[in-house]
C-alpha cells in the first residue's frame, strides 16, 4: 500500500508505465503487487542485456519510471540521456550521493499504509504486465499480460499442483521471466503459501534453501 500512495504521488496512474532492472529482489514483489492494484503496467526488464537493448525496451514500453537495482547503475547512467520519457529514477540497494536518484526507501518512506482509493476502476481487462519476447527474428516484442491473464494464470497452478498455504516456493527463475513473477510465485502469495527469494541463482546456495526453508516447490 505504501509502494501503492507513493506511485500515485508521482504522478503514476492507470495507463502509465513503470520498468524495473533489478535482481530478484523483495522491492520487485512489493512493486509488482502495488502495480496491479492502482492498474500501473509494470515493465520487467531482462538484467542480461546491455544497454542499447535496455534502451530500446524501456523507450519502446514507454516507461515513465525506472526502478534499477544498485548493480546496474552504471548500465543505466551510461543510456540515462537517450531516456528522454524517464521522468524519475528510483535505485533498490545502495545509491552513490552523485546518481542524481532516489533510494527506493526514501521513495516510500512516511507514505500511508492504507489502501489506496484511486479514481478509476481496475478491472480483469485491464494491462499488467509487458514481457518483452526474446527477439529471436528482429527487435523484441513487448507481451502485453492483463490482470486476468496473470489470474487465471495462477488459478491454474493452484489447481493443477494442489497447492496450498503449507507450501514453500524457491524462486530461482529471475522475476523479469514469467516462469519467475507469475507461474508459481504470484500463485503461492495469492493463498498465503512461503515464498524464499534467491537474489541469482546459485546451486550450492539452492540446495542448502531446500533444506533450511523445508522448499516444497522449485
Known sequence: NAVCHALLDAGMKKGCNV???AFNEAQFIELFLACSRIGVMLVPLNFRLV???LEYQIDHSDSRMLFVGEEFLDTIQAIRPNLPQVK???VI???PEN???KSYERFVSGKSNTRPSVPYEVGLDD???MIHTSG???RPKGAVLTQKNVLFTSLNQIVDFNFSTNDTHLTSAPLFHAAGCIIVTYALLMIGGKVVLMKNFNAKLAISLMENE???IM
Request: proline share 0%.
Open 127 to 129: 494491462e499488467f504486465l
Open 93 to 95: 540497494g545502495k545509491n
Open 51 to 53: 544497454g542499447r537493448e
Open 19 to 21: 520498468a524495473i532492472l
Open 214 to 216: 523445508k522448499v516444497t
Open 99 to 101: 546518481s542524481g536518484m
Open 88 to 90: 524519475e529514477y528510483i
Open 136 to 138: 529471436t527474428t528482429g
